[in-house]
């Protein structure tokens, strides 16, 4: 009898114990599961949506795809992520991003107003020879480290986001905010780019630190034959005699240091005319006769108006906001929020 009672008292207490036990185990696996959903959605990257902001007229951009000729219309700051991607290297300091964000919505904003209907019916083209640089998300993601792919986007969306609606105006109008890779320390006046009147606020400035970048020098080498040949192309009566001391000889420098003006044999060229011709990437060069080779050392890279984007990483490197940086390109400026 004793035996009897001593199974049911176990059996009861089993009825009572197990249900305990196993719901505790139940909760610790749902714990865990619930603690390692909250770890995925910390670590997982959200991507940085783009602020909705109203610029009247301006919320979209009419874009001009040069490879296939067709017109995309898109909103402003959607574009201009694309543009920053493009243009700027995404390792460069975060103002450096920022004052580029502004730089290049004042270059859209600009075309808009001065549309001069030569884009087939759009705003702005996808060109950076023409306008300003453009790239996909999906191309620009397939460039990327693809472990980084979206901080990057985020980190360039960040800095359009953090200056919406920011311009640079001057007398309160838009600016034609030129910008350009690397002044090799010294920016150009547009006069002697393109010619024309020029821009008041485009003026010749020093920046430090940006020989400190790949972009600040490189060399072009050239037979004299090869050098022959390209010069043929533009001028058919062109003739060298490289026996002579003074047959390639700079002329004239502009104010910033770069060629106005360099004489091949019998023809005298623009600096700009050579840069285009020889294939340098830009006016500021020295040239050496080495036998039967013609050596250009170049300084800078880009026609080196307006802002310097290395010139503005280092900027950023030594301190300065988005703000500094474009005052020190542009003179006289003001940042305006549109």
């Not at 008041?200 to 790949?214: I, K, W």
């Not at 770069?258 to 004489?263: D, E, F, I, P, S």
């Not at 503005?312 to 549109?338: P, R, V």
Request: hydrophobic share 35%; charged share 25%; with cysteine.
């Amino acid at each position: 009898m004793r035996k009897v009672l001593l199974y049911l008292l176990i059996i009861i207490s089993l009825c009572f114990i197990l249900p305990i036990i196993f719901t505790k185990r139940f909760n610790v696996i749902e714990t865990m599961a619930t603690y390692m959903e909250n770890e995925i959605q910390e670590n997982k990257i959200e991507e940085v949506k783009i602020a909705d902001y109203d610029y009247s007229k301006y919320k979209t951009v009419k874009l001009l795809h040069t490879n296939t000729n067709e017109v995309e219309e898109i909103k402003l700051d959607e574009y201009l992520v694309n543009v920053v991607s493009a243009e700027m290297p995404v390792d460069f300091d975060i103002e450096a991003l920022k004052a580029q964000a502004i730089v290049a919505r004042t270059y859209t904003i600009y075309k808009i107003i001065n549309n001069n209907s030569k884009h087939k019916g759009a705003d702005i083209c996808d060109s950076s020879s023409c306008c300003q640089a453009w790239i996909s998300k999906e191309d620009r993601f397939k460039r990327w480290d693809e472990n980084l792919a979206q901080e990057n986007w985020n980190k360039i969306s960040s800095a359009v986001n953090d200056t919406i609606g920011k311009i640079i105006t001057y007398e309160g109008a838009p600016i034609n905010a030129f910008f350009h890779s690397n002044s090799g320390g010294m920016t150009e006046v547009p006069f002697n780019v393109w010619g024309g009147s020029g821009y008041p606020y485009l003026q010749v400035v020093e920046t430090s630190g940006e020989d400190a970048y790949s972009q600040y020098s490189s060399e072009v080498t050239l037979t004299k034959q090869e050098l022959l040949d390209k010069l043929k192309e533009n001028y058919s009566d062109i003739e060298i005699d490289f026996n002579l001391e003074n047959c390639i000889e700079i002329l004239e420098l502009t104010e910033s240091g770069r060629v106005k003006t360099v004489k091949f044999g019998n023809k005298n060229l623009s600096g700009v005319e050579a840069r285009t011709i020889l294939g340098l990437r830009s006016t500021n060069f020295d040239i050496t006769i080495d036998g039967d080779n013609i050596k250009f050392s170049v300084i800078g890279y880009g026609h080196g108006v307006g802002m310097s984007q290395t010139g503005a990483d280092a900027l950023a490197k030594q301190g300065l906001n988005y703000e500094d940086i474009i005052k020190h390109f542009y003179i006289g400026i003001e940042i305006t929020n549109m």
